[in-house]
């Protein structure tokens, strides 16, 4: 039975409800409607103009209705008069095709024709800054191997525990936090769940760790590289399938641990890897931690070839244990709705025909990378990875044509602007306009 938002607000004292969406380029956009008028807003959604967010339509559109997803509610730990729903966006009466969450369900659907459902798990990094975005908030944490240290960690602890306390209240299983290998960068890391709920926690977990952030009179940002000499934002994922019980990606006989279907399904991940990147890595920005020089830290703990291995954190994919494997393309831009139908997409065809990873490689990427000049590259700036999304037949079949064509319409609308006033310089230092467009991605 679908849950009456109008008596849950009652029961749990919930004043306002954000009736939210996340549009293709992942901003998250909400109506705050009063408990009072919930009722209607649960059977009709709340009205907004397609055309005032990253959405490919036109003023002249028809008003565009986000309908909210009640089981998504989050009652904000913090302020809990105020109820958080992730909605699903329609339009004359039709799903708007575009919408990245509507992208995932119609992914999730294809999959659960065989019975499957695929759970993942995200880490996002972040780092806490000043308030202009210029330089790190903690002027103490200097260390060149930041990873780990305990005391920069405490300073934050006040911010981290409050992030921590909500993600236990909420269900979450929070189970580890710490300070990641760029100074100022921070980790915090939460059970996995099937990937519908992953991606709207994904999206409430930026929110709250943002809003909490400027509560404690700190910048949180996700942007992937905020500061050329230290180690970008990653948000690797996690991924298996399961059918009722049992994970399908689990064989005890194979190496790693990995059954065929997983080798087929990541096999479709390095097939569209190049193309995807444009979802995974969906900013100018992006790209500095693609392919980017050795860091402070001494490495950049990002891909920049396309491959495969065991527990080795060189490569793109890496099979830490068995019965899933990690996705370590993404950065903290990706849009938690596409991150994860773009990896389902992928992977779905991967196994509908059956496809072979080749051999996994065991080399140190990093150092090693010019043994391998065969090697698939990842593209070297976001127009590279547009084109390849552009001439990707899969990915089309799998969105549509027109959703992946809005996407790369906007995207290349937004590289314009860059252009105008600036150059892409990987060696150069990060301009205003990536700071100005990116931090708060
Ligand atoms: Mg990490």
Not at 40 to 63: E, I, R
Not at 83 to 100: C, N, R, T, Y
Not at 281 to 290: A, K, L, M, Y
Not at 403 to 430: A, C, H, M, T
Request: aromatic share 10%; net charge negative.
């Amino acid at each position: 039975m679908t849950k009456n938002l109008s008596s849950i607000a009652k029961a749990k004292k919930i004043k306002y409800f954000l009736i939210s969406f996340v549009d293709l380029f992942g901003v998250l956009r909400s109506k705050l409607v009063p408990a009072s008028a919930i009722s209607g807003m649960q059977k009709d959604g709340a009205g907004f103009a397609g055309f005032a967010t990253w959405l490919d339509m036109t003023p002249a559109d028809s008003d565009m209705f986000a309908i909210p997803d009640p089981d998504s509610l989050i009652q904000l730990p913090w302020n809990k008069e105020v109820g958080w729903l992730a909605s699903d966006l329609w339009m004359d009466g039709k799903q708007v095709e575009a919408s990245p969450r509507v992208m995932l369900k119609k992914q999730i659907g294809i999959l659960s024709r065989d019975k499957l459902i695929m759970k993942s798990g995200v880490e996002c990094e972040y780092f806490l800054v000043s308030a202009d975005g210029a330089s790190i908030a903690d002027q103490r944490d200097v260390q060149s191997k930041p990873c780990y240290d305990q005391s920069a960690l405490m300073r934050r602890y006040d911010l981290i525990k409050e992030i921590c306390d909500c993600m236990i209240e909420l269900g979450w299983g929070p189970y580890q936090n710490d300070h990641e290998d760029a100074n100022g960068q921070f980790e915090m890391n939460w059970d996995y769940s099937d990937c519908l709920t992953t991606a709207d926690r994904h999206v409430f977990f930026k929110f709250m760790v943002k809003s909490l952030s400027e509560k404690h009179g700190l910048r949180a940002t996700f942007m992937p590289k905020p500061f050329e000499n230290l180690t970008g934002n990653g948000c690797h994922a996690h991924i298996s399938l399961w059918n009722e019980k049992n994970n399908k990606f689990l064989e005890s006989g194979d190496r790693y641990g990995l059954s065929k279907l997983a080798y087929n399904f990541l096999g479709g991940l390095m097939k569209n890897a190049a193309s995807l990147s444009a979802f995974f890595n969906p900013t100018v920005n992006s790209f500095r931690r693609i392919n980017a020089p050795p860091t402070k830290s001494g490495a950049s703990w990002s891909p920049s070839s396309i491959s495969y291995t065991g527990n080795n954190r060189t490569h793109m994919i890496r099979i830490p244990d068995p019965g899933r494997f990690e996705l370590r393309l993404m950065d903290g831009s990706s849009n938690p709705y596409l991150l994860q139908a773009g990896i389902l997409a992928a992977g779905i065809h991967g196994m509908s025909v059956k496809l072979d990873p080749g051999e996994p490689l065991t080399c140190n990427m990093y150092t090693d990378y010019k043994n391998y000049p065969d090697l698939d590259k990842l593209p070297d700036d976001l127009e590279e990875a547009l084109e390849k999304l552009e001439e990707n037949k899969i990915l089309k079949d799998a969105f549509g044509e027109s959703v992946i064509n809005s996407y790369i319409k906007l995207k290349k609308e937004e590289i314009r602007s860059f252009f105008q006033n600036e150059n892409f310089d990987k060696k150069g230092p990060i301009t205003d306009w990536e700071k100005l467009n990116t931090l708060d991605c």
